[in-house]
């Protein structure tokens, strides 16, 4: 593969902004991060790639989406699945979680299949593998996830998951206070699955439990869980007490308020949130009517919700949760690394969510207003506007 040189472009690392700075790309990995020196001339054996002055982030991560443009990957098909890809890469997204919602065994185990089938030839962004949301789950918490199929931890049930997912399961949603969930978060654990937890009715107490035995991360926090009360402070504030706990965060204006954002930031840090999209397929589609975990979900003004007015997952994109983040007043570096670094860590991808030498080339150039101009996944451009 041909050498690439990334030119004038500002470049977001860890806790500071390269300007002017050069991105030199060989097989697919960033060699080399620097700023441009006056009189210096790239070899004529490069190719060359001019940023013009645009804002060159590390890929993001996106580790809860369910669908995009009209494609829901719950319906099994491998089109679903490359459809999701393709409109991840357009909004900054090079790396995603298939997640799920709950259904039968049947229908989880065919979606997973397309997922597998679809791994390693992605038309966009990579898939980074499969996030489980339910159906262990609390009905009394199960925001739009349908009651038909939420049922208690079964470790038969996930030992056929697993035989079938092989390494491709990478986190699972559960309602750790449910019988059962303690065995199945140590039997998760042990086979190096993110465990988090959401659509919970656990208390405080009940919480300590699960992040005792392993669960580490807190899906779409906030929404679908026992709310902060003074005398029955419940999941979140228990998250918030353990420092390996990260926890998700919604952007888009409607499923957390400004100030929320801003206090996970400031008790977490960049380094314990994680921006996601949590999308279904009205993702890229606009207002209209959609089929989603079997209910009827209605997107107005794009926002989603059932028919009783149930929050039902956004719209939002990466980017856009991105630029709302920045606009909340998160710095720049900061909220870059909540859409990047963040995940990457919480999913154990060393070699993503970073604009560092050995690091895979995973990069997008945005905009003034956080636009994607372009997408790169190991090197190579999969989206160009």
């Known amino acids: 593969m041909k050498t690439l040189l990334i030119s004038n472009v500002r470049a977001v690392l860890r806790d500071r902004i390269v300007e002017d700075a050069e991105v030199l790309i060989e097989d697919g990995k960033i060699v080399g991060i620097s700023e441009k020196r006056e009189g210096a001339a790239a070899s004529s054996a490069l190719q060359r790639l ?43 997204c090079t790396s995603f979680l298939a997640t799920s919602v709950s259904s039968t065994l049947e229908q989880f185990l065919g979606m997973a299949k397309s997922v597998g089938e679809v791994a390693g030839r992605e038309p966009g962004a990579a898939i980074a593998g499969i996030h489980m949301e339910g159906p262990y789950l609390h009905p009394k918490r199960k925001g739009m996830q349908n009651e ?47 465990v988090a937890v959401a659509h919970s009715d656990a208390t405080y107490e009940q919480a300590k439990t699960a992040f005792a035995a392993g ?10 869980m026992r709310p902060i009360h003074h005398r029955d402070p419940g999941v979140i504030v228990a998250a918030f007490e353990e420092e390996k706990v990260s926890l998700q965060a919604i952007v888009d204006g409607v499923h957390l308020h400004p100030a929320i954002v801003r206090l996970m930031h400031r008790l977490k840090g960049p380094e314990g949130v994680v921006l996601i999209t ?23 003004d794009g926002v989603a919700r059932l028919q009783d007015g149930t929050l039902a997952s956004s719209t939002v994109t ?24 963040t995940p990457a860590d919480v999913l154990g991808l060393s070699g993503k969510g970073r604009i560092e030498p050995d690091c895979d080339a995973d990069l997008v150039l945005l905009d003034e207003s956080y636009g994607v101009v372009w997408s790169m996944v190991g090197g190579k451009l999969r989206y160009q506007r």
């Open 50 to 92: 001019d940023g013009q002055g645009q804002l060159l982030i590390p890929g993001m991560i996106d580790v809860h989406i369910h669908g995009a443009k009209g494609f829901d990957m719950m319906d099994g098909s491998t089109r679903s699945v490359e459809e999701v890809s393709r409109a991840c890469v357009e909004t900054g």
């Open 215 to 224: 669960a580490s991360h807190i899906t779409h926090c906030f929404n679908g």
């Open 148 to 194: 038909a199929y939420l049922r208690h931890p079964d470790l038969n049930e996930l030992e056929t998951i697993l035989a079938s997912t092989g390494n491709r399961l990478k986190m699972v949603t559960l309602a750790p206070e449910l019988p059962g969930g303690l065995e199945m978060i140590e039997r998760l654990v042990a086979e190096g699955i993110v």
């Open 318 to 341: 990466m980017n856009i949760a991105l630029r709302n983040t920045i606009e909340l007043g998160v710095p720049l570096c900061e909220a870059v690394a909540m859409a990047t670094r």
């Open 278 to 300: 949590d999308a279904l397929q009205a993702m890229g589609m606009g207002d209209g009517t959609y089929l989603f975990g079997g209910h009827q979900t209605r997107v107005e």
